[in-house]
């Protein structure tokens, strides 16, 4: 069964940093591009970021340009979201969505994602 | 940024009923428009790709329709399990954009 599970939300301060994980499996992770999606309370869900499969290139949202950073590892079939200098606004549901190629896509897999409250 | 418009945010329905969900893009992106199905506490479901094409398994009571800037999700003959928050997807321009969502009530 292909599965997405993420990890690594938390409570945390303003100015604070977080990385999140995203374990996959059932499906051969190396060759698909993955995605980063939030969502705030009473808010649709907001792209965050995005890599190739082989890693090589990525793509973020404005607000989180030079504060997050997206990375994987093919060998352990894992996607990670460094977080640093979070601001309030950045509180949400973090999800892990799996593309249906190995380039920019759609997505055809969730987790069921990871709560990441930033407040003081 | 491509601004996607979903509409109705709630709505409900009686079994057996049709509903339509409508998601309006505010430039052209051809058929790149997916749907998904949540339910609370589970991972969102892939129901639609493409616009109009199904997701295997996804039972035929589900269509998509659309093209470049208008999309309709519709539920023919409605189940209490269709129960659920809907939403749609453009990934034709980066960065990607979400609409709002639907929830979608079953009385």
């Known amino acids: 069964e292909k599965r997405l599970v993420e990890s690594g939300g938390d409570l945390v301060q303003p100015g604070g940093s977080l990385r999140l994980s995203c374990a996959a499996s059932g499906f051969s992770f190396s060759y698909y591009a993955m995605n980063w999606v939030r969502q705030a309370p009473g808010k649709g869900r907001e792209w965050v970021s995005s890599i190739i499969a082989s890693g090589s290139s990525t793509h973020y949202l404005d607000s989180v340009k030079g504060r997050f950073t997206i990375s994987r590892d093919n060998s352990q079939n894992t996607l990670y979201l460094q977080m640093t200098n979070l601001r309030v606004e950045d509180s949400a549901i973090y999800y892990c969505a799996k593309g249906d190629s190995d380039f920019w896509s759609g997505f055809d897999l969730w987790g069921r994602g990871t709560q990441v409250v930033v407040s003081s | 940024e491509t601004t996607v418009t979903q509409s109705p945010a709630f709505m409900s329905a009686t079994p057996g009923d049709t509903v339509s969900i409508s998601c309006k893009a505010s430039?052209?992106?051809?058929?790149?428009m997916n749907w998904y199905q949540q339910k609370p506490g589970e991972a969102a479901i892939f129901i639609i790709q493409?616009?109009?094409t199904l997701v295997p398994g996804i039972p035929p009571r589900f269509s998509g329709s659309g093209y470049g800037t208008d999309f309709t999700l519709t539920i023919n003959n409605i189940e209490s399990d269709d129960a659920a928050y809907y939403f749609c997807l453009q990934h034709d321009i980066l960065p990607y954009t979400f609409g709002q969502g639907t929830k979608l009530e079953i009385k």
């Open positions: 430039q052209d992106i051809d058929d790149d």
């Open positions: 493409e616009a109009t």
